[in-house]
T-cell receptor, first 115, second 113 residues
Framework: GAGVSQSPSNKVTEKGKDVELRCDPISGHTALYWYRQSLGQGLEFLIYFQGNSAPDKSGLPSDRFSAERTGGSVSTLTIQRTQQEDSAVYLC?????????????FGDGTRLSIL | AQSVTQPDIHITVSEGASLELRCNYSYGATPYLFWYVQSPGQGLQLLLKYFSGDTLVQGIKGFEAEFKRSQSSFNLRKPSVHWSDAAEYFCAVEGAAGNKLTFGGGTRVLVKP
């Protein structure tokens, strides 16, 4: 498809388990972003990848959260030892070059529910 | 630090009536400003963006927004709403570094028939 693809669309897991969320950006987009959308906190930035540069991890809420981007394309967001407060929709976005002028295009998100 | 305020959490408007959604931002330099719309269960769709130049920008679905530097505002308008415009709308600001969007809390729009 032409848009940002995220999988799974829904994930239900037990507290304490690890989860992996996947994002497939638009082909040719060098910048990739993860955001979290929750009832209490709204839309929050998590992490930003731009080309081969070191990622901006300033938005990750704890060291249980990590992300990688392989080959400059697909990204995986990993949450270890999940807690109930991790329940949220995790949105991925990509942009052509991350320079600020090119807008970010969003996927439909992964809805994560921690039991 | 940059911030965005959307004062109205909910707005109800009749179909065919005009709509204006307010957005105020705080940013130290000229911001890049965006409006996104989110329908239930969906991601964010870009409605329009402002980078520089003409302060009145046109977007998709008949929306427009006006950048007013003196008021630090970027309000979204539509002359005549359709039932399909019922959704949540987010204003966002991005710095020139392009490393992240800062979002307002969103405004949920309900359209009455």
């Amino acid at each position: 498809g032409a848009g940002v693809s995220q999988s799974p669309s829904n994930k239900v897991t037990e507290k304490g388990k690890d989860v992996e969320l996947r994002c497939d950006p638009i082909s040719g987009h060098t910048a990739l972003y993860w955001y979290r959308q929750s009832l209490g906190q709204g839309l929050e930035f998590l992490i930003y990848f731009q080309g081969n540069s070191a990622p901006d991890k300033s938005g990750l809420p704890s060291d249980r959260f990590s992300a990688e981007r392989t080959g400059g394309s697909v990204s995986t967001l990993t949450i270890q030892r999940t807690q109930q407060e991790d329940s949220a929709v995790y949105l991925c976005a990509s942009s052509l070059d991350g320079g600020g002028i090119q807008p970010q295009h969003f996927g439909d998100g992964t809805r994560l529910s921690i039991l | 630090a940059q911030s965005v305020t959307q004062p109205d959490i909910h707005i109800t408007v009749s179909e065919g009536a005009s709509l204006e959604l307010r957005c105020n931002y705080s940013y130290g330099a000229t911001p890049y400003l965006f409006w996104y719309v989110q329908s239930p269960g969906q991601g964010l769709q870009l409605l329009l963006k402002y980078f520089s130049g003409d302060t009145l920008v046109q977007g998709i679905k008949g929306f427009e927004a006006e950048f007013k530097r003196s008021q630090s505002s970027f309000n979204l308008r539509k002359p005549s709403v359709h039932w399909s415009d019922a959704a949540e709308y987010f204003c966002a600001v991005e710095g020139a570094a392009g490393n992240k969007l800062t979002f307002g809390g969103g405004t949920r729009v309900l359209v009455k028939p």
